[in-house]
């Protein structure tokens, strides 16, 4: 039914396409033809999918581009982009034979590739970003636009920032009317809103990023079967949620940062709607432990016999025990941003012993102060600061960091009264604020536009010959604690002495990859050889998984594959913790002291 079949695309009952002006007005003319013209005119267009509205223009129109990121309200974040044909996408980046296969499958995902410097496309499609989201058409629609424009199309989800895509034809005069010059609709309803998929190769596999059109519905086997049908609610960020009954997973689609009431709407919807299509009444559902996360709040309103609290890094852990059918225990090694721990502070550099049914936490990385709190996340030249102030025991040289240029004095002295008084400055262990932190002082960068975005480019800025780790050290404590603040410092050292920052870049991963393996030889020291599980959004990281993969040769080394690493695989985790909870009677899941499981 992907392409064309008499049951449902009959030449005279339709679908019908009909392109209108912003005010909804018909324009004269054949719609696919017109539209063609219209996008070689530089104008934009919302353009009817099949999980919902597209924003499309011209990939290769400079001006095009830079207007639609203006009226989309998207400062930086990559714009997909549609070519007609696998030779287009050659063009326009490297590719790989498991991209190329990628690309050509029944899934028709985004794959993220790298950029030929070449390319004919507008340097905004993907700002300062040397990876491009590539798809081919995966609609007769698709098909016939594309041939009629014959070049590629920036295709970006039909919606302002922050907001839910656009399905329905009145959504789009009303909420893409502001954006598109015209709307290219049919007279087809879409009945389930789904993003495009993305995927990435990481080690040599494919690891989806965003599991949407093409994966959804989706289900995975599980042994032993759920005792009671569960709902699992996912995480606040690049939410999904899933489905466990008998011994099948059903797993939702995308549905984005739960930051607006239109997005956690959208949640409510896609998850009563998710239920009936798969014909499940759950009995029980499952939530982070955040208790400020809209997921937690609104489990907490359903009328259900069981509410399951899960912590966030052990539901990293056990997605990918749950793709590989791992019963445990392993050592997880779970590095992202922020996760809310047991103990109310923010984890996200940790190691675990888990199983299904529970987890120890074995060992951290030493924690930087947030002045701001989240207000930190977005301008990461507070965590800078917080990091090299504590490296250099008050007296970093920020007057020789390009960095600091960048901020005001005054802003400065009121983040260091917030961190010295620990006023609105919560601690934090992830591994993606380190990155942050070193991004923005080897970068330059003050602001993260988007999450993860300086990260990311951190980890493709590194010179892939440079494979020198710095000095790093381990604190003892309650648990021992990798503390990078003896790489900053050499890494300071460096820049001001004219290394360059892909050099330090590189050897920042380096870093990562000797302290991760410091570490887990030092777990191994006493625990027998366990399967190690890489989970979370640091994990999406080409060169810290490739790293570290080699690194820990011959150790079993497994990762998400079918669910995304980021926290759009939480729920999954969720599911079969709270699943072996209830077998075993184990509630509440979490524990974290040293001794025991």
Same mark, same amino acid.
């Given at each position: 039914?992907?392409?064309?079949?008499?049951?449902?695309?009959?030449?005279?009952? &339709?679908?019908?396409?009909?392109?209108?002006?912003?005010? &909804?007005?018909?324009?004269?003319?054949?719609?696919?033809?017109?539209?063609? *013209?219209?996008?070689?005119?530089?104008?934009?267009?919302?353009?009817?999918?099949?999980?919902?509205?597209?924003?499309? %223009?011209?990939?290769?129109?400079?001006? $095009?581009?830079?207007?639609?990121?203006?009226?989309?309200?998207? =400062?930086?974040?990559?714009?997909?982009?549609?070519?007609?044909?696998?030779?287009?996408?050659?063009?326009?980046?490297?590719?790989?034979?498991?991209?190329?296969?990628?690309?050509?499958?029944?899934?028709?995902?985004?794959?993220?590739?790298?950029?030929?410097?070449?390319?004919?496309?507008?340097?905004?499609?993907?700002?300062?970003?040397?990876?491009?989201?590539?798809?081919?058409?995966?609609?007769?629609?698709?098909?016939?636009?594309?041939?009629?424009?014959?070049?590629?199309?920036?295709?970006?989800?039909?919606?302002?920032?922050?907001?839910?895509?656009?399905?329905?034809?009145?959504?789009?005069?009303?909420?893409?009317?502001?954006?598109?010059?015209?709307?290219?609709?049919?007279?087809?309803?879409?009945?389930?809103?789904?993003?495009?998929?993305?995927?990435?190769?990481?080690?040599?596999?494919?690891?989806?990023?965003?599991?949407?059109?093409?994966?959804?519905?989706?289900?995975?086997?599980?042994?032993?079967?759920?005792?009671?049908?569960?709902?699992?609610?996912?995480?606040?960020?690049?939410?999904?949620? %899933?489905?466990?009954?008998?011994?099948?997973?059903?797993?939702?689609?995308?549905?984005? @940062?739960?930051?607006?009431?239109?997005?956690?709407?959208?949640?409510?919807?896609?998850?009563?709607?998710?239920?009936?299509?798969?014909?499940? *009444?759950?009995?029980?559902?499952?939530?982070?432990?955040?208790?400020?996360?809209?997921?937690?709040?609104?489990?907490?309103?359903?009328?259900?016999?069981?509410?399951?609290?899960?912590?966030?890094?052990?539901?990293?852990?056990?997605?990918?025990?749950?793709?590989?059918?791992?019963?445990?225990?392993?050592?997880?090694?779970?590095?992202?941003?922020?996760?809310?721990?047991?103990?109310?502070?923010?984890?996200?550099?940790?190691?675990?012993?888990?199983?299904?049914?529970?987890?120890?936490?074995?060992?951290?990385?030493?924690?930087?102060?947030?002045?701001?709190?989240?207000?930190?996340?977005?301008?990461?030249?507070?965590?800078?600061?917080?990091?090299?102030?504590?490296?250099?025991?008050?007296?970093?040289?920020?007057?020789?960091?390009?960095?600091?240029?960048?901020?005001?004095?005054?802003?400065?002295?009121?983040?260091?009264?917030?961190?010295?008084?620990?006023?609105?400055?919560?601690?934090?262990? &992830?591994?993606?604020?380190?990155?942050?932190?070193?991004? $923005?002082?080897?970068?330059?960068? $003050?602001?993260?536009?988007?999450?993860? *975005?300086?990260?990311?480019?951190?980890?493709?800025?590194?010179?892939?010959? *440079?494979?020198?780790?710095?000095?790093?050290?381990?604190?003892?404590?309650?648990?021992?604690?990798?503390?990078?603040?003896?790489?900053?410092?050499?890494?300071?050292? @460096?820049?001001?002495?004219?290394?360059?920052? $892909?050099?330090?870049?590189?050897?920042?991963?380096?870093?990562?990859?000797?302290?991760?393996?410091?570490?887990?030889?030092?777990?191994?020291?006493?625990?027998?050889?366990?399967?190690?599980?890489?989970?979370?959004? %640091?994990?999406?990281?080409?060169?810290?998984?490739? @790293?570290?993969?080699?690194?820990?040769?011959?150790?079993?080394?497994?990762?998400?594959?079918?669910?995304?690493?980021? =926290?759009?695989?939480?729920?999954?985790?969720?599911?079969?913790?709270?699943?072996?909870?209830?077998?075993?009677?184990?509630?509440?899941? %979490?524990?974290?002291?040293?001794?025991?499981?």
């Amino acid at each position: 039914r992907r392409f064309h079949a008499q049951p449902n695309a009959c030449p005279r009952c &339709g679908p019908r396409l009909q392109l209108v002006d912003r005010r &909804g007005n018909a324009l004269p003319g054949d719609p696919i033809v017109v539209t063609a *013209e219209l996008l070689r005119a530089g104008q934009i267009v919302a353009v009817k999918g099949l999980g919902g509205f597209h924003l499309a %223009c011209d990939a290769t129109n400079a001006a $095009a581009v830079s207007t639609l990121r203006l009226r989309k309200h998207r =400062d930086a974040k990559p714009f997909a982009v549609m070519v007609r044909r696998l030779s287009d996408a050659e063009a326009l980046a490297v590719l790989t034979a498991t991209d190329r296969q990628l690309l050509e499958s029944v899934s028709r995902p985004i794959v993220l590739v790298p950029r030929r410097s070449a390319s004919a496309l507008a340097a905004d499609v993907a700002p300062e970003n040397p990876l491009v989201g590539l798809m081919l058409p995966y609609t007769p629609l698709h098909e016939l636009l594309l041939a009629a424009v014959d070049g590629p199309l920036v295709m970006t989800s039909g919606n302002h920032s922050d907001e839910p895509m656009v399905i329905d034809n009145a959504g789009a005069l009303h909420h893409l009317g502001a954006i598109a010059d015209a709307i290219l609709q049919h007279d087809r309803d879409i009945a389930n809103r789904c993003d495009d998929s993305v995927v990435r190769v990481l080690a040599g596999k494919p690891a989806v990023l965003r599991r949407g059109r093409g994966w959804i519905p989706g289900n995975l086997r599980v042994t032993p079967s759920f005792p009671v049908p569960i709902l699992a609610c996912g995480a606040h960020l690049k939410s999904s949620f %899933c489905l466990g009954v008998g011994d099948q997973i059903w797993l939702g689609p995308h549905v984005g @940062d739960l930051e607006t009431d239109e997005a956690c709407r959208a949640f409510e919807a896609m998850v009563d709607r998710f239920a009936r299509f798969v014909g499940v *009444e759950p009995q029980a559902v499952v939530h982070d432990l955040h208790p400020d996360y809209f997921t937690t709040r609104w489990a907490g309103e359903l009328d259900l016999p069981m509410r399951i609290a899960v912590q966030h890094h052990h539901a990293h852990v056990a997605s990918v025990m749950a793709e590989h059918q791992l019963s445990g225990p392993v050592i997880g090694l779970a590095w992202d941003g922020t996760g809310y721990g047991t103990d109310g502070t923010a984890w996200g550099g940790e190691f675990l012993l888990a199983h299904l049914a529970g987890f120890q936490r074995l060992a951290t990385f030493h924690p930087i102060p947030l002045a701001g709190g989240d207000q930190a996340i977005r301008e990461i030249w507070r965590i800078a600061l917080a990091l090299l102030d504590d490296a250099f025991d008050g007296d970093a040289p920020l007057a020789q960091l390009s960095l600091f240029d960048l901020v005001e004095s005054s802003h400065i002295a009121v983040a260091r009264r917030m961190i010295a008084t620990r006023l609105h400055a919560p601690l934090a262990h &992830g591994v993606g604020r380190y990155f942050d932190a070193f991004g $923005a002082i080897l970068l330059g960068v $003050a602001t993260a536009r988007y999450e993860g *975005e300086v990260a990311m480019q951190l980890s493709l800025a590194g010179d892939a010959a *440079e494979q020198r780790p710095y000095a790093f050290g381990i604190a003892e404590g309650v648990f021992p604690a990798i503390d990078l603040r003896p790489t900053l410092r050499a890494a300071v050292n @460096d820049l001001l002495s004219g290394i360059s920052a $892909a050099t330090i870049a590189a050897r920042f991963h380096a870093t990562l990859r000797e302290a991760a393996f410091t570490m887990i030889e030092r777990i191994e020291s006493s625990h027998d050889a366990l399967p190690i599980v890489l989970s979370g959004g %640091c994990f999406q990281n080409a060169r810290l998984v490739e @790293d570290l993969k080699t690194a820990l040769r011959p150790r079993a080394v497994y990762l998400n594959e079918h669910v995304p690493p980021n =926290d759009g695989g939480i729920a999954l985790g969720q599911a079969m913790i709270a699943a072996a909870q209830l077998r075993s009677g184990t509630l509440p899941c %979490c524990r974290t002291t040293s001794g025991g499981m």
